[in-house]
């Protein structure tokens, strides 16, 4: 995982005086002797805390460019960003790459490089190779033309802001508060001519994913199809395991954002079956549960309906996969924690800026932070912190198999078409917020659901009827994960679950009330 910042700049100016320089593992985020400007400076400290473990600057005065990365090094050889790629690209990449080309001891930036390298340089075919979770930023620096986009679901965060008058360009994984920027759509290249200051956001890697309207009222075919879903999401769970090699390290257990619910339950049980199967991995999995003391309803984080079904849903576990390692980490917060970070979510979110937004945001922040209260199977307070770097995610499953209750009495006509924008909006619904917050603890996430063979399985394969309240998947969960009564479980929220929603004792505000 890593951060991307770009600056393009074609007037000269005091302001936009850029001078050659390439300065490595920057230790206070920025380069003191680079004369970038104020704004650009304004949003180094955001990308340096998506790459912790290493940071760098790349300045072109030919180029009138400025390129700052920051890395989480999860897979080997450690590659740094950017990356010049021979006299012909510069590249920034974020995320994660599955191609079956790519072995285990192979760095998916390499990967990337070594198509580039090959002296293909049709740019939009080699992106529409790749299968992950990426952004991406890449820089033909004899065409001058930039591109930049996100993978095709859009599970990770970027955002650009261009002015139609200068043609001044900056691209980053998160902007704060800054009016002016987009977020990328899902599956768009976008590229950007220099000589022409013409911008292309007409290329898509593929079209967008449509629900089937067919249906089997006699569930014939039902067992059928939770067998082949069940063995994709392994599959999906494996490549999103196997890929992790600080695994293989004591200090770097596997993570779950856990409400104790059906989805996260899902894939926690998915984790475990493999590292059951491969004794080289550490074994095991943290399961991080997050409560709000909430002035408005006076519950402690202790007693939220999330913490509770939680720990039900974790001793379940335990006695499903006794060699496991099963932590549940219990994160506690505050109202003053929640008063103290509540600025920074706000300008991680943006341009998302809804009391629903911020609920959600905040839960997750403070889900994917290093602290919490570490108990093991007898109830016993462990350690203080957790030491994961990669989390899984159930997002996805509520799009793809009708887990919302607004869903709950629609015809299956209805049904089809709802879900179907609901899977092709959820890069903008949910995708940018969860990402720019949860990276900003320095961690990656990662979504099963979402792998892209998963979606069109789901989507083109699965009978409508299967997706009445997730019914193919609460199938899937009783029958070959012995999840019992969490297969049951109702759909909450996460900031109902959490009681993040709604924290102060306004009790006239809604979620789409924009923030004040």
């Known amino acids: 995982m890593c951060g991307i910042l770009l600056h393009?700049?074609?007037l000269k100016s005091d302001n936009h005086c850029f001078v050659d320089e390439y300065v490595e593992d920057i230790a206070d985020g920025h380069?003191?002797?680079s004369k970038t400007t104020a704004f650009f400076d304004s949003m180094v400290p955001y990308i340096k805390s998506r790459g912790p473990d290493?940071?760098?600057l790349r300045v072109s005065s030919e180029h009138s460019t400025a390129w700052y990365s920051s890395?989480?090094?999860?897979?080997?050889?450690?590659?740094?960003q950017s990356v010049k790629v021979g006299n012909r690209f510069i590249l920034q990449f974020n995320g994660e790459l599955y191609n079956q080309e790519i072995t285990a001891h192979d760095n998916d930036t390499q990967f990337i490089v070594s198509?580039?390298?090959?002296?293909?340089?049709?740019?939009c075919q080699i992106i529409r190779q790749l299968s992950g979770e990426f952004a991406y930023t890449l820089y033909d620096l004899q065409q001058r033309k930039f591109y930049?986009?996100?993978?095709?679901v859009g599970k990770r965060s970027l955002s650009y802001h261009l002015s139609a008058i200068t043609g001044e360009l900056y691209i980053s994984s998160v902007s704060g508060a800054i009016p002016g920027f987009k977020d990328c759509i899902a599956g768009v290249v976008y590229v950007y001519d220099t000589e022409s200051k013409t911008l292309d956001d007409s290329i898509k890697l593929e079209s967008q994913y449509f629900i089937t309207k067919k249906l089997d009222e006699e569930l014939t075919c039902l067992d059928s199809t939770v067998e082949q879903l069940y063995g994709m999401l392994s599959l999906a769970v494996r490549k999103r395991v196997l890929s992790i090699h600080p695994l293989h390290l004591e200090q770097s257990p596997v993570g779950v954002l856990f409400s104790g619910g059906l989805d996260c339950s899902v894939i926690a049980a998915l984790i475990c079956e493999q590292l059951q199967k491969y004794p080289v991995c550490r074994r095991t999995i943290e399961l991080l549960n997050v409560g709000f003391e909430n002035p408005r309803t006076g519950i402690l984080p202790q007693k939220t309906p999330d913490r509770i079904l939680a720990k039900r849903s974790t001793k379940l576990l335990r006695k499903l996969y006794p060699e496991i390692d099963i932590r549940l980490i219990e994160i506690d917060v505050s109202y003053e924690d929640y008063l103290r970070v509540r600025p920074h979510v706000i300008k991680l979110m943006y341009p998302k800026n809804t009391e629903m937004d911020l609920s959600i945001a905040m839960a997750f922040y403070f889900a994917s932070g290093r602290m919490g209260e570490?108990?093991?199977s007898s109830g016993n307070i462990m350690q203080s912190s957790r030491n994961g770097i990669v989390l899984f995610s159930g997002l996805g499953a509520d799009e793809l198999y009708g887990g919302y209750h607004k869903l709950a009495n629609k015809s299956p006509s209805e049904l089809k078409e709802e879900l179907t924008r609901q899977i092709n909006n959820i890069h903008d619904r949910n995708l940018n917020r969860d990402d720019k917050v949860i990276a900003d603890n320095g961690v990656e996430v990662r979504y099963p659901f979402l792998d892209h063979d998963v979606i069109k399985f789901s989507t083109e394969e699965i009978p409508i009827n299967y997706k009445v309240n997730k019914m193919i998947l609460r199938r899937l969960a009783s029958h070959q994960l012995s999840l019992g009564l969490i297969s049951d479980e109702p759909k909450r929220a996460i900031q109902f679950g959490a009681r993040s929603a709604k924290m102060t004792k306004d009790g006239n505000k809604h979620g789409t009330d924009l923030l004040s």
């Not at 989480?72 to 450690?78: A, H, I, Y």
């Open 8 to 10: 393009y700049a074609p």
């Open 31 to 33: 380069s003191q002797r």
């Open 54 to 56: 290493y940071s760098s």
């Open 71 to 80: 890395v989480l090094s999860l897979r080997e050889p450690f590659t740094s």
């Open 115 to 123: 198509k580039l390298q090959e002296g293909y340089h049709d740019v």
């Open 148 to 152: 930049y986009g996100r993978d095709n």
């Open 374 to 376: 570490v108990c093991d």
